[in-house]
Nanobody, 124 residues
Framework: QVRLVQSGGGSVQAGGSLRLSCLMPQYYSNHYMGWFRQAPGKEREGVASIDTYNNTNYADSIKGRFSISKDNAKNTLFLLMDSLKIEDTAMYYC???????????????????WGQGTQVTVSS
């Protein structure tokens, strides 16, 4: 079963920065990709997405603080998180849609391949 392999994350104080990475199979580089997160007791929510042409979408809660990008030469998706807040604490997941276009970037049912998840903890 194809999986996306995540790295990065960890613990940081509020205001700090972290970068998440997601290594994908080469043939996923042209697919729609996204980052989701799930905090304890909450539903999984879409955070950021990127399409084949590097058009991006961001959730309002992280807009201006997070940046999604990908390096096709390295088959890697990134999520750079700046100005982290305590409420950003969650398990973060990368996801691939398996196709170039989707209708709802922040609907997790649009994605068919997921990373294993990585914990991000922000403290005061």
């Amino acid at each position: 079963q194809v999986r996306l392999v995540q790295s990065g994350g960890g613990s940081v104080q509020a205001g700090g920065s972290l970068r998440l990475s997601c290594l994908m199979p080469q043939y996923y580089s042209n697919h729609y990709m996204g980052w989701f997160r799930q905090a304890p007791g909450k539903e999984r929510e879409g955070v950021a997405s990127i399409d084949t042409y590097n058009n991006t979408n961001y959730a309002d809660s992280i807009k201006g603080r997070f940046s999604i990008s990908k390096d096709n030469a390295k088959n890697t998706l990134f999520l750079l998180m700046d100005s982290l807040k305590i409420e950003d604490t969650a398990m973060y997941y990368c996801a691939a849609a398996g196709r170039q276009w989707i209708n709802y970037p922040f609907r997790d049912s649009e994605y068919n391949t997921w990373g294993q998840g990585t914990q991000v903890t922000v403290s005061s």
